[in-house]
């Protein structure tokens, strides 16, 4: 089995930082792309920003230049830093990963979820 745990949400104000770590565990082979969604209460999920196992990233147009991807394959965690928050971005974050792994003796592909961590901005 595989397991995504997820780390740094909490309580900021406008304009402050925060940083969320996903680390990955189990029988990983290899791990392909990494994200971070977000859900807002009454809202569907939506990709925050994602980035491949080489390193390409992409973002929401709604936080670009503000949240900033990254990887780091040697401990299967990926993080996002962010910067400059506003209220809008108030949701449950959920990391996503797209996983080779082992099972029953055999390679397995499949998408794995965090748990969320909550991030809420407010003064």
């Known amino acids: 089995q595989v397991q995504l745990v997820e780390s740094g949400g909490g309580l900021v104000q406008p304009g402050g930082s925060l940083r969320l770590a996903c680390a990955a565990s189990?029988?990983?082979?290899?791990?392909?792309?990494m994200g971070w969604y977000r859900q807002a209460p009454g809202k569907q999920r939506e990709l925050v920003a994602a980035?491949?196992?080489?390193?390409?990233?992409n973002y929401a147009d709604s936080v670009k230049g503000r949240f900033t991807i990254s990887r780091d394959n040697a401990k299967n965690t990926v993080y996002l830093q962010m910067n400059s928050l506003k209220p809008e971005d108030t949701a449950v974050y959920y990391c996503?990963?797209?996983?080779?792994?082992?099972?029953?003796?055999?390679?397995?592909?499949?998408?794995?979820w965090g748990q969320g961590t909550q991030v809420t901005v407010s003064s």
């Open positions: 189990g029988s990983i082979v290899s791990i392909n792309s």
């Open positions: 996503n990963a797209g996983v080779t792994h082992i099972r029953g003796g055999v390679f397995d592909t499949a998408d794995y």
């Open positions: 980035i491949s196992r080489g390193g390409s990233t």
